[in-house]
């Protein structure tokens, strides 16, 4: 009888929860999870495959917390525009240590409108000096050896091309010396925030706070030199984000106003590495992915080919294309559309539950964590048709609502949106008008440990220049 009671007390107190699996006591299904992450389908199959079990909202437990997964539009639509208040993002302490606690991933909602508010303005900074720098860095793949070269897609081409042309629009840091020592502590911050988070001298956690404190050095000079030039009226008339920022702070009528706060440098300091953190390896992950798809799609290459020697001819007086040339590339604007919503780059976007709820017809609890799974809302067959096939032209109507979620939606939407279309139909434009190409190797296995999918063969192709 005591046994029926338990079983009773189970099935009522699981009857409205969403299904799933706890897994095994203490550790969930972290070991699952793990080995995902650690095989060559990446880490977003623990998701799909429990999506294809339990239906569009399911739960698990990962690194002893609730996890509950959504995929509908309507679902996205609540929890990410947040209407009724009740979700967040969570502070994880030991991603304040290694981007800072100023960091917009890491305020408070009402420091992170503050911050928000001054950062707007980012999408529409000089990115027409970031397209230069990526159509530069394209004319120099091969310039050296004209023909074949054999070229990984990542990191050689979409990796440091990002880089530099992100490096550009936020501080005009362009010294090849300074560009590779950054990169290569950006790359030790990245990794740590994979790693276990033990501050020992050893461990991948500490080299991370180790490269975090260089980033903060090289940007404290960057500032400070920009002081001096401004004292001294030695201005050399820096157009990018940083001195958007110092300008602003500046300016005695902006800094008066009743609702102004004055930026701290900490808080710039910390939010420039935090765009180049959440710039630098989407965008080179969307930029491979793309070149992928190209390579698949001969059809959709062909028209590429056809608009895109157009716009070249167009803007064959000028050194490089700008801003009003991209409004040409309407074929192009939806391949980097397509591109986006096949690779789903940030597969899904968490948030923290503040108070209990119900969702798509289950309970959900304050405190657990709620995740937006975006990939497979991509992929939905009742969203988009035919979801696996690789088609632009979808794009000639507008996405059904809530649908189109690369870079998220409301009011943590990416700040990077426009500066990441521009670098890809860029890249697009300055690649097949300049280059034919050939797949070395066409591996579709996932990197393991990565905060992004990305291919494990990095994508090889052998690059010529198109006579
Ligand atoms: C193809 C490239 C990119 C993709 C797919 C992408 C995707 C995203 C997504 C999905 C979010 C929202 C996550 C959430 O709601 O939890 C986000 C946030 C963000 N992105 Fe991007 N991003 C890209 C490029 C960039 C670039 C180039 C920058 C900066 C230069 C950038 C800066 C940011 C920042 C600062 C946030 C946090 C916004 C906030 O919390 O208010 N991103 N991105």
């Known amino acids: 009888k005591i046994f029926k009671t338990v079983i009773q007390d189970q099935e009522k107190s699981t009857a409205d929860i969403p299904p799933g699996s706890h897994g095994f006591p203490v550790v969930g299904e972290t070991l699952q999870f793990m080995l995902s992450v650690n095989s060559g389908k990446g880490f977003y199959e623990f998701v799909r495959s429990r999506r294809i079990r339990y239906g569009s909202c399911f739960r698990t437990s990962l690194f002893g917390e609730t ?3 959504l995929s509908t539009t309507e679902s996205a639509r609540a929890v990410l525009n947040n209407e009724s208040g009740m979700f967040t993002k969570r502070y994880i302490k030991s991603i304040a240590a290694l981007v800072g606690d100023r960091s917009l991933l890491c305020a408070s909602q009402h420091h992170h409108k503050i911050l928000r508010s001054r950062f707007i303005n980012l999408s529409l900074t000089r990115l027409v000096d970031g397209s230069t720098v990526v159509q530069w860095s394209c004319s120099q793949i091969c310039s050296r050896k004209p023909f074949s070269l054999m070229r990984k897609v990542w ?13 550009k629009m936020l501080i005009s840091l362009e010294n090849e010396e300074e560009l590779g020592s950054l990169q290569r502590d950006v790359g030790f911050v990245c990794e740590a925030m994979l790693a276990f988070p033990l501050n020992l001298p050893w461990t991948r956690f500490h080299e991370g706070i180790m490269a975090r404190g260089r980033v903060m050095e090289v940007l404290e000079k960057i500032i400070r030199d920009r002081r001096n030039e401004t004292n001294s009226h030695n201005n050399n008339n820096h157009e990018d984000f940083l001195q958007q920022l110092l300008a602003v702070d500046s300016d005695d009528s ?7 706060t004055k930026l701290t440098d900490a808080e710039i300091k910390d939010n420039i590495l935090t765009m180049i953190i959440a710039g630098q390896d989407t965008t080179a992950s969307a930029l491979t992915w793309m070149v992928k798809y190209l390579g698949e799609n001969q059809k959709v290459l062909n028209i590429l080919i056809e608009e895109q020697t157009q716009v070249a001819k167009q803007a ?35 948030r ?22 975006a990939r497979s809302i991509h992929l939905d067959p009742n969203v988009y048709s035919e979801p696996h096939k690789f088609n632009p032209s ?21 700040l990077g949106l426009n500066m990441a279309k521009a670098m ?32 494990k063969s990095g994508y090889p192709i052998r690059v010529s220049r198109r006579l």
Request: charged share 25%.
């Open 254 to 260: 902006a800094s008066s106003s009743d609702h102004y």
């Open 424 to 455: 890809m139909v860029v890249f697009l434009h300055r690649f097949i008008t300049t280059y034919r190409w050939e797949v070395v190797d066409g591996d579709p296995s996932i990197e393991k440990w990565t905060l992004f999918a990305r291919l």
């Open 155 to 167: 990191p050689n081409l979409a990796h440091f091309i990002t880089f530099k042309a992100m490096c």
């Open 352 to 373: 923290l539950v503040l108070q209990d709820c119900e969702r798509e017809g289950y309970k959900i609890n304050k405190g657990w964590n709620i995740n937006i799974d």
């Open 67 to 69: 996890h509950v997964f």
């Open 316 to 350: 064959s007086d000028k050194p490089f294309l700008e801003l009003d040339d991209l409004t040409e590339m309407t074929y192009a604007s939806k391949m980097v559309k397509e591109s986006l919503r096949m690779a789903s780059v940030v597969p899904w976007f968490p």
């Open 394 to 414: 979808r794009f000639d109507e507008e996405a059904k609502a809530n649908s189109f979620l690369p870079f998220g939606m409301g009011g943590r939407t990416c």
